[in-house]
């Protein structure tokens, strides 16, 4: 059990069963659906800028404790955050989930060192960062939907 | 008979413990614990008897087939064209002509929509699936209706994961091609009425396919029985290896069909003025086949054939109406599909768990099941779940292992409390 408990920590088992901005965000600037075919979770990541900085993150959809509880941690985290911090955001939440901690700053996580667990179950990789990967997407602005394969 | 019942049926003989012995992997660990392989409709293990075969067939064997007057070019010929003389008697079909080998039911399919659907569908024609298809069983279809311009029709489904005969009936009018219907819904376990579907349609003037994908494994597939015009399975499910599998068509059919892949092995002569296709079944094998894969396919059929196909039937059915009795004990889970025929497919939710969580955690038990929507993502819509859990039974599993999963399953309620 102590993997699945590393994996399934109580924040992660929190924002799944209370998902924070888990809404639609009517008359967002930019809005992306997030797959990942191979086991159905399905996504869609609104945002709202300003200039540079975000100013909200909301998202809907369905998918794993993994995803679910990643997509409501990151709109928590994000918020404030200019888009070049937040990509370095997610640039240390990969290495961390991929297990790559050597360039991770733990201080820098906060909440998001509740998926270090992570980094034991490669096949829920693409869990952690579908919304990650949503969200990108959303600020690059180009694209309204992306998959993980 | 090609169906199974809901209601026990006949005690199985079935030796177990020799069975398992059979094959090698179920005595490996998994996360240090046994493993409990409960993921069969995805694919199957494989008995000591076809890995032999095929490690004889590199050893002493090897050579290609239908080429050389040479000795081993003949022993392999021999070995290939007897698992196809095997495929054709365990499929009680009447000439070795009608056994055509492909590279698994999703090339079977797409080799009938190419070949048959190109020539004989046309603008305005039908074609009808059900709402409980693989997408092989989708996609190929919708192709072949796209670049024609011909219509998909669905059969519904009811709430058990049975469809509708009587909607079924109502479409089936003279514009109807073809049916193409799953023997056995590899995300539901429903066992469709395959033999009065086909006789409906052929009175209907329509043609018939079936994906047997989940058929062979589960039950006696006699296709003179059923009087499908078309049979596709996979070696892989069926205890062979992957990379192989059969399409079984009634000949005068096959004789009328173009080829579909151009290559070797498929022509008589050939000069650039004229090439002259070869006879029925090479007329559709191009190119050098899978060798091993025919020949442990052989060899998988003859093993269940020992086994009796009708005695390994029993024998999972039970294991089915166990597992089925265990798991509803469970608060909060819900089993999707509950037809009264049913082969051991068991499909899950449990309230409040995404299945792909609990596919981890029955993952760290040694549990290996199936979770996300079994690429069947129009059912999944219908019965308005995003994905579900699915443990699915083969010939060694046993009701300890259905225990294990019940186990498991309280384990994944303990995570999530």
Redesign the interface.
Known sequence: MSDLRELYQQVILDHNRNPRNFKELPGAMRKVEGFNPLCGDHYTVFLNLDGDVIREVTFTGSGCAISKASASVMSSTVKGKSTEEANQLFDTFHSLVTGDTSTVDAGELGRLAAFSGVSEFPARVKCATLAWHTLRTALEGEQESITTE | MSVLTQTAGPASTLDIETVRRDFPILRREVRGKRLVYLDNAATTQKPQAVIDRIVKYYAEENSNVHRGVHYLSEVATEAYEGARKIVKDFLNARDVKEIVFTRGTTESINLVAQSWGRRNIGAGDEVIISAIEHHSNIVPWQMICDEKGARLRIIPVNDQGELSLDEYEKMLGNRVKLVAIGHISNALGTVNPIRKMTELAHAAGAVVLIDGAQGVPHGVVDVRDIDCDFYAFSGHKVYAPTGVGVLYGKQALLQAMPPWQGGGDMILSVSFEKTTYNSLPYKFEAGTPNIEGVIGLGEALRYISGLGVANVAAWEHDLLLYATARLQEIEGLTIIGTAADKASVISFVLE??????IG??LD?EGIAVR???HCA?PL?MRFNV??TGRASFGLYNTREEADLLVEGLH?VIE??R
């Open positions: 409040g768990v995404h299945p792909h969580d981890t955690i760290q979770t996300g929507h993502q999944m995003p994905a384990k995570v999530f």
